[in-house]
T-cell receptor, first 112, second 114 residues
Framework: DVKVTQSSRYLVKRTGEKVFLECVQD?????MFWYRQDPGLGLRLIYF???????EKGDIPEGYSVSREKKERFSLILESASTNQTSMYLCASSNGGAETQYFGPGTRLLVL | QKEVEQNSGPLSVPEGAIASLNCTYS??????FFWYRQYSGKSPELIMSIYSNGDKEDGRFTAQLNKASQYVSLLIRDSQPSDSATYLCAVLGSSNFGNEKLTFGTGTRLTIIP
């Protein structure tokens, strides 16, 4: 069974903290993605990775960085969390292109 | 102009009727189109993909694509209360470096009324 897991379902952090969101997939997928989802704005792509140690900026990369040291793991880093980064964060993976993207359960982050 | 546009709804449809969800996109070269369903508090799951002009049927779901009009739709026949969800249209395009990525619409919230 396809599985994408995320390290936390809910997270509360303080402004200025460094935040790590972890995503792991067990499908040997090449591509991994980080999105945030906000009411009225839909799903927006933050960063994606098409290979180990490779990354590309999505539509809203400002304030975020990523790390992909192993094929199965893709981390999203908020270097200095701000209140406008309060959101639902969704990780996804796929074997590329027109293949299905499988989503993790999401992490709801609140920055106070 | 948004790259992928959907009516946010809410769209209310009586149980047993046909629900029609619409999506337009701006990138003429797009070739692959997807419909995801997202229940409240859950993550999106793929329900249909379509790559060629015309209709594609899968059970109660039919996806329709018209590349000339840059329009893709999803029909749900014999709507059930369990179809109540937000439906996300997604279009596959290329990044600045040629890697493929999905662009999502903001979603249409569908409510099936028993």
């Amino acid at each position: 069974d396809v599985k994408v897991t995320q390290s936390s379902r809910y997270l509360v952090k303080r402004t200025g903290e460094k935040v790590f969101l972890e995503c792991v997939q067990d499908m040997d997928h090449e591509n991994m993605f980080w999105y945030r989802q906000d009411p009225g704005l839909g799903l927006r792509l933050i960063y994606f990775s098409y290979d180990v140690k490779m990354k590309e900026k999505g539509d809203i990369p400002e304030g975020y960085s990523v790390s992909r040291e192993k094929k199965e793991r893709f981390s999203l880093i908020l270097e200095s969390a701000s209140t406008n980064q309060t959101s639902m964060y969704l990780c996804a993976s796929s074997n590329g292109g027109a293949e299905t993207q499988y989503f993790g359960p999401g992490t709801r982050l609140l920055v106070l | 102009q948004k790259e992928v546009e959907q009516n946010s709804g809410p769209l209310s449809v009586p149980e047993g009727a046909i629900a029609s969800l619409n999506c337009t996109y701006s990138d003429r070269v797009s070739q692959s189109f997807f419909w995801y369903r997202q229940y409240s508090g859950k993550s999106p799951e793929l329900i249909m993909s379509i790559y060629s002009n015309g209709d594609k049927e899968d059970g109660r779901f039919t996806a329709q694509l018209n590349k000339a009009s840059q329009y893709v739709s999803l029909l749900i026949r014999d709507s059930q209360p369990s179809d109540s969800a937000t439906y996300l249209c997604a279009v596959l395009g290329s990044s600045n470096f040629g890697n493929e990525k999905l662009t999502f619409g903001t979603g249409t919230r569908l409510t099936i009324i028993p």
